[in-house]
């Protein structure tokens, strides 16, 4: 299946929630050789990703991230990328194999400037109500997620451009949805990516799992 090599650069507008759950109720989720960060004792920073990438991009789909922890490895921090759900096969595709990532196909429905809702087949994975944003301001930022290709311990650098504001949201994830033992709660804090530009670069190798 065709899609483009790394980096991806892809351009639109995303959604990003905050929040602290439990470090024991996410520890099963992520690699033992992952050290868990704690930012307030027992807990630690957990986010969930909602994206469309649209025209300029080099794949155009919808995008649901779910990072139930912060992690160190060697003194490398980010994100451990749990669950991701994309519209686009290629996307699927190239998600998998370059990055190790454990991309699954689901539909997405944006009602602009208010709701998103993620379905997979019949199963509805989440939804977001977001208010419009009114203080925004331009920003760079650069973050490292880590993923698993085969015993391939892997991390790769995102950074991206883009309008940003503080926002209100309500977060539903109902009890069948695949990351709903997670505890993610409400969203302890919500921006608003207008205007973004992003870019994915391949992973390196840090390390093997399970030795």
Known sequence: MPYPQAPWVLQGYAIQTLHLVNIDQVRPLIPLELEIISVWPGKTLASVYLS???SGSVLEYNEL???PALVNYQRKI???VSHIYVDNADSVAGGREIWGLPKELAKFTWEHGKYVTVHQENRKLC???YDRQNLAWK???SASAFSAKGADLLIFPAEFESVLGLIGSKLEIPAESPFSKIGLGQPWLTVRC???SLRVDAPKLVGQMGI
Do not use: A, D, P
Request: charged share 10%.
């Open 194 to 196: 207008e205007q973004m």
């Open 139 to 141: 920003q760079w930022l």
């Open 65 to 67: 991230i779910v990072v």
């Open 52 to 54: 469309h990438y649209g």
């Open 78 to 80: 980010g994100g451990w």
């Open 127 to 129: 939804s977001l109500r």
